[in-house]
């Protein structure tokens, strides 16, 4: 599968855009664990065989769904090299306190993912609450779809990617 | 009036070149209607019962007249020559194609206007007092803060896919709330703590629709610097725990019901405290730079108006007299006054404007009140800054126009929702009920004998026309495919918020004029003096009498006790 890749933080995030292809497949909550390989894997079978997966050939990242909050996360934050947040739908928009608490609050520096109902129109705002990786739902315009991160220059609020609200930058810009 | 900068022009801009994208793309097929709904719901196009409407924002309702210009121009060259003002201060256009959408953003871009979150379940249009700046009651200007709000709710990245749409208000005089800020899903008073300091109180979870609320106080106190991360708080809360498995119950005001006052505070206080101290905090800069754009124009030094006034209301042009005793409200400035422009004319759905009106309002604007107007949530608009001597002139201007109805705050005065004229959520129409009550109570003695009365009609409810609100609510029913009407009394938006009550069966259309007349002649029979406004006699009586009015004594029962209306604590 081919998923979107950006930046976190930069001036110019929409530079960066990207297609790549995934390396992580994900494994669902009631499939086996394959041996090797970059895996992602639901958040509660994660503390299950946390102590297993520490041993693994190859790297684990975890699933939460739209209703599970940053806090459960808190503890794991420093080692996990992925976090995806499920969208369940585009109207569900949980995920994006979700992914702001956990770059924010909770420090996390791996890769966060959006997954689920995700669209093109959707990932300036997911870029800003600070995903990076995005899969989604059609993969048959992505080219058109890197697109979405230049469409604006200007934004009023401090996010994930710079946390001054516009206030405080036109204060500092020279004018 | 707020003047943009370079970057709230570069967002206006930009957001008219992604929406053009974004139509081209549905133009073409690339996109399904499914995926282009929530796009265009995000600014504020809807599919209505006959064609696509687009609402366009109007922050806190204020206007300078080149927007209205440019409204005008709108209206003429991309639907069919006139706009309606809504209960939100905003203005919508019924007809619109959909692919003069992005040329339409673009004229609204080139006056520091757009229709960015319109609709949508995000944060909307940010409403406020329309005689903010100029009212002697006031705290201070309330505008300024607004401001600050539609800056920071402008594309928020965090919000944009809230559990359900999300209104603001911001009111700041203690002794009249105009802007109904308690039914808000927040509202914010501008308030003093007892060292003098200004903050705000700031109210979650009002609302009307299916379940009405009134706001109770979340933040009894907060300080200037710290509105902005207090709302965030709210805002997070809400999002996070906000229900979503029902689009009738994911309202904040179900939140804060299901959770209580104490437990919602708690959660938003643990939250707040964590961003409190962060870059959210607003800086005196920021501030200043807000309020400089709202300051006072350039008054003249005027002696009082009130000697002037009273020979105006007693004089010989009894049109003038009239309109000038109605429609015309007190000023900070000496020698000037507000005047209410009703949108209420006979025969013409409230809140409709022509884009000729529109053009020739801008000029009154311009030559009587420093090139300003205001939107109402009355749907009605105002001149706020009006000399007191030019009221002669202005009136026969407006006369002239048809704008002179002097019936502010009467019975006429009424406000309706679009209903099923234009509507696809409606159950029954609003405008034909709203224009015959404007026909069968048009004399305007019979109205100044009525005094202060406002009727809200609403045709579903999800309550657009705020019928539960009014000192008489209407709203409109489906029974069997007939339209029907319920009559509700004793609502009333203000700091004495209370919410109407159902008086009984509903009434078929042709009924339920004549059930309001019987209601309005009862009051009539049964108040104390003349300046019993029929809002106190409901407050006084209850409704049991009323309800006997209209329906006749109830059979074998006995009489029963007063019943009292909810009323808010403040």
């Known amino acids: 599968m081919r998923i979107i890749k950006n930046a976190r933080t930069g001036v110019d995030r929409s530079a960066q855009a990207r297609i790549e292809d995934d390396a992580w497949s994900h494994v669902a909550d009631d499939a086996e664990v394959p041996a090797q390989g970059d895996v992602i894997v639901g958040l509660a079978r994660y503390r299950e065989l946390r102590a297993t997966f520490a041993k693994r050939a190859g790297k684990v990242g975890v699933r939460v769904h739209s209703n599970q909050e940053a806090k459960e996360l808190a503890d794991l934050t420093a080692e996990l090299p992925l976090i995806a947040i499920e969208f369940p739908n585009f109207k569900d928009g949980r995920g994006y306190t979700t992914a702001r608490l956990l770059r924010e609050r909770f420090a996390f520096k791996g890769e966060l993912r959006a997954i689920g109902d995700v669209m093109r129109d959707q990932l300036f705002y997911m870029t800003r609450c600070g995903f990076d990786a995005f899969e989604l739902k059609s993969t048959k315009s992505l080219d058109e779809a890197l697109g979405a991160f230049s469409e604006y220059s200007v934004t009023y609020q401090g996010a994930a990617d710079d946390p001054r609200p516009l206030f405080r930058r036109r204060a500092q810009a020279v004018r | ?570």
């Not at chain 2, 101290?277 to 501030?287: A, F, K, M, R, S």
């Not at chain 2, 002097?406 to 509507?423: E, F, H, M, R, V």
Request: glycine share 8%.
């Open chain 2, 1 to 570: 009036m707020y003047q943009y900068d370079e970057y709230d022009q570069k967002i206006v801009e930009e957001r008219a070149k992604q929406f053009g994208g974004q139509v081209d793309r549905r133009m073409s097929g690339s996109i399904e209607e499914l995926e282009f709904k929530p796009l265009r719901l995000q600014n504020g196009l809807y599919m209505q019962l006959h064609a696509y409407m687009l609402r366009v924002a109007i922050p806190y309702g204020l206007l300078s007249s080149k927007q209205l210009r440019m409204l005008a121009h709108i209206a003429r060259t991309y639907d069919k020559s006139y706009g309606h003002f809504t209960t939100r201060q905003n203005l919508q256009y019924n007809w619109p194609a959909l692919e003069n959408v992005p040329k339409i953003l673009e004229c609204l871009a080139s006056v520091q206007m757009h229709a960015i979150q319109t609709s949508g379940n995000c944060v909307r249009n940010v409403t406020s007092d329309h005689f903010a700046g100029v009212a002697a009651d006031e705290l201070e200007d309330p505008r300024p803060w607004a401001e600050l709000i539609r800056q920071w709710s402008t594309f928020h990245p965090e919000f944009a896919a809230l559990p359900r749409k999300f209104k603001i208000a911001v009111g700041a005089s203690p002794a009249e709330d105009r802007a109904a800020v308690r039914f808000h899903d927040i509202g914010v008073f501008v308030t003093e703590n007892e060292r003098g300091e200004r903050g705000f109180e700031v109210l979650v979870g009002g609302g009307m629709g299916r379940t009405p609320h009134i706001a109770p106080v979340i933040g009894k106190f907060v300080a200037r610097q710290d509105l902005l991360s207090y709302l965030e708080a709210v805002l997070r809360v809400y999002n996070a725990y906000g229900r979503r498995d029902n689009i009738y119950k994911a309202r904040i005001k179900i939140l804060v019901h299901a959770l209580g006052v104490e437990a919602f505070r708690a959660k938003v206080e643990e939250e707040w405290l964590q961003i409190k101290d962060g870059p959210l905090q607003l800086t005196e800069t920021e501030i200043a730079r807000v309020v400089n754009d709202f300051a006072p124009p350039a008054y003249e030094k005027l002696p009082a108006a009130t000697a002037l006034l009273s020979s105006f209301v007693l004089g010989k042009d009894r049109a003038l007299g009239r309109f000038v005793k109605n429609n015309v409200a007190t000023h900070k400035q000496p020698g000037y006054v507000a005047v209410t422009v009703s949108l209420k004319e006979r025969d013409i759905p409230p809140g409709d404007m022509t884009d000729y009106q529109m053009d020739r309002f801008a000029e009154l604007a311009d030559r009587f009140s420093f090139a300003e107007l205001r939107v109402t949530h009355t749907q009605n608009l105002v001149l706020a800054d009006v000399k007191a001597s030019d009221l002669p002139a202005l009136h026969s201007e407006l006369a002239a126009l048809g704008l002179a109805t002097p019936n502010a705050n009467k019975i006429t005065d009424l406000i309706a929702c679009p209903g099923l004229d234009y509507c696809a959520l409606a159950n029954a129409r609003s405008i034909p009920v709203a224009l015959e009550i404007m026909q069968r109570f048009e004399d305007i003695d019979y109205q100044n004998d009525l005094g202060e009365i406002s009727v809200k009609i609403s045709g579903c409810i999800n309550a657009c026309g705020h019928h539960h609100v009014g000192h008489i609510g209407i709203l409109g029913i489906d029974k069997q495919g007939e339209e029907f009407y319920q009559l509700m009394l004793g609502g009333a938006p203000g700091h004495d918020a209370s919410i109407g009550e159902i008086l009984g069966r509903a009434f078929p259309r042709t009924e339920i004029v004549p059930a309001m007349e019987k209601v309005l002649a009862h009051y009539l029979a049964v108040r104390q003096a003349p300046d019993e406004r029929f809002i106190d006699v409901v407050r006084r009586t209850g409704l049991a009498p009323f309800k006997e009015a209209v329906y006749g004594p109830a059979p074998g029962s006995q009489k029963k006790p007063a019943q009292e209306t909810v009323h808010a604590d403040h």
